[in-house]
Nanobody
Framework: QVQLVESGGGSVQPGGSLRLSCAASGVTFSLFIMSWYRQAPGQERELVALLTATGTSTNYADSVKGRFTISRDNAKKTVYLQMNSLKPEDTAVYYC???????????WGQGTQVTVSS
């Protein structure tokens, strides 16, 4: 059974940093495109960052470019989102997403809350 478990969320002041982790189980992790999405109250879920299965290509939302970095450790079956220079508008529930490279099967984590406030 595929399971994605996020951790690392919390409350931080503007300008602070957090690192989110998403641990996968029940998958051949190296065959999955991994992404982070977020959803703020009253808003649609949006793509924050994407990392290819090989880890050689990334894609970021314009709003987080230069501040967030997505990375993966295939040996640990974990994807990370390093978030620096956090802003109040980064406040949201952050979700981990995995898409199989060939079947396009799509999996979601349960989400982790990030709150940026002074």
């Amino acid at each position: 059974q595929v399971q994605l478990v996020e951790s690392g969320g919390g409350s931080v002041q503007p300008g602070g940093s957090l690192r989110l982790s998403c641990a996968a189980s029940g998958v051949t992790f190296s065959l999955f495109i991994m992404s982070w999405y977020r959803q703020a109250p009253g808003q649609e879920r949006e793509l924050v960052a994407l990392l290819t299965a090989t880890g050689t290509s990334t894609n970021y939302a314009d709003s987080v470019k230069g501040r967030f970095t997505i990375s993966r450790d295939n040996a640990k079956k974990t994807v990370y989102l390093q978030m620096n220079s956090l802003k109040p508008e980064d406040t949201a529930v952050y979700y981990c997403n995995a898409v199989h490279l060939f079947s396009n099967n799509n999996y979601w984590g349960q989400g982790t809350q990030v709150t940026v406030s002074s």
